[in-house]
């Protein structure tokens, strides 16, 4: 009896025991992810607090301060005295023109434009007349035509100033979040205001132009006539024939589609 007795109070003991680790664990757990909720809540402050100092991109675009004030700057230095007419970048008699399908939400096209192969080609081919850019609207990631037609036209409109490309570029660097329904009024007027010679009066104007809306529509149904089925797309056109690119591409395979229809 007296053994059985104290099995029990041994059994009991180790089960104390196992709850009190138990308990113990749960404690330590709890700490572990109050201090990692701290952590956390303090990373997002200082991130916050980063972009806001900066200026940068927020979820709705549109920079801010010094960083608008840069992206300005660079984009100026990219595109001075470079030819611009309607959507084309270049010399008319460049020999190469290389056909840009895109959609100035897609954060693809932004990567190419912004980070990836567009600006060395912009600073060397074409700013000495071997090749020039026409840019086609293909919608791929708006995913709303009503907001698709809408900035194209905005962007056409500047174009028709000879500032297509500014206002592109300035939407590629200052795009917001994709699926957060950045691109409204006062979006398309930030980056209008952004452009320098711009003539808001006339911009505001030329959007109501039909022209440009069947522009947009004439894009697209180009795009799926040559196949377009993402963006950016980049055909090739040159004296050896065409080729084409569906992929955000790097400058050397620039410079090779370039090589291959020259």
């Not at 608008?68 to 595109?79: D, E, I, N, P, R």
Request: charged share 20%.
């Amino acid at each position: 009896m007296a053994s059985r007795t104290k099995q029990k109070e041994e059994a009991r003991a180790r089960r104390l025991a196992e709850e009190r680790e138990r308990a113990e664990r749960a404690r330590r757990s709890n700490r572990l992810r109050m201090i990692g909720g701290v952590v956390v809540l303090a990373v997002a402050i200082v991130a916050v607090a980063i972009a806001v100092s900066s200026g940068g991109n927020s979820a709705t675009g549109l920079q801010k301060g010094t960083a608008q004030t840069k992206t300005g700057a660079s984009v100026s230095s990219l595109l001075s005295g470079i030819p611009q007419s309607g959507a084309t970048l270049g010399s008319s008699t460049a020999p190469v023109t290389m056909t840009y399908y895109g959609d100035l939400e897609c954060p693809i096209c932004r990567d190419f434009t912004v980070n990836g192969g567009l600006s060395p080609l912009i600073q060397n081919e074409v700013r000495k007349g071997k090749v020039k850019i026409v840019y086609k609207s293909f919608e791929t990631a708006t995913r709303d035509p009503s907001t698709f037609k809408t900035q194209q036209v905005a962007a056409l409109s500047a174009g028709l100033q000879k500032h297509f490309w500014d206002y592109a570029e300035l939407f590629y660097h200052e795009q917001g979040a994709e699926g957060s329904g950045y691109v409204n009024e006062a979006y398309l007027q930030g980056l209008a205001q952004q452009v320098p010679g711009l003539n808001l009066t006339q911009w505001e104007s030329d959007r109501n132009n039909s022209s440009l809306a069947n522009q947009v529509a004439s894009d697209e149904q180009s795009g799926t006539t040559v196949g377009v089925q993402g963006t950016p797309t980049l055909v090739f056109t040159g004296p050896k024939g065409q080729t084409a690119i569906g992929t955000a591409a790097t400058y050397p395979q620039l410079q090779q589609a370039i090589q291959k229809v020259s």
